[in-house]
Nanobody
């Protein structure tokens, strides 16, 4: 399994921006498709965004499409999530994970998770 550590969360006003980072311990990071998930209090964890090993293929949840951008830097073993035009409903703990794509925009966690970083958007 890959060890993952998120950072970059915080408190921001609605309409603001944050960039999350996920640092991977493994030098084989470049072999993995990666994704972001989030979980709000009292709700199930949900898919946010994912990309393949090169970053050439990406997928987004409808709720964040056009506002969030996922990217990666394989030389730095790091995954990013740029979040713009944040809304109060984006408030959640955000997790990075290794993923597998099963066709279309279907991405599923494949075993490795970070500990999460909290994002709170005030209205």
């Amino acid at each position: 399994q890959v060890q993952l550590a998120e950072s970059g969360g915080g408190l921001v006003q609605a309409g603001g921006s944050l960039r999350l980072s996920c640092a991977a311990s493994e030098l084989t990071f470049r072999n993995y498709a990666m994704g972001w998930f989030r979980q709000a209090p009292g709700k199930a964890r949900e898919f946010v965004a994912a990309l393949n090993w090169s970053g050439g293929m990406t997928g987004y949840a409808d709720s964040v499409k056009g506002r969030f951008t996922i990217s990666r830097d394989n030389a730095k073993n790091t995954l990013y999530l740029q979040m713009n035009s944040l809304k109060p409903e984006d408030t959640a703990a955000y997790y990075c994970a290794t993923v597998q794509r099963r066709g279309g925009n279907s991405w599923f966690p494949s075993g490795s998770w970070g500990q999460g970083t909290q994002v709170t958007v005030s209205s």
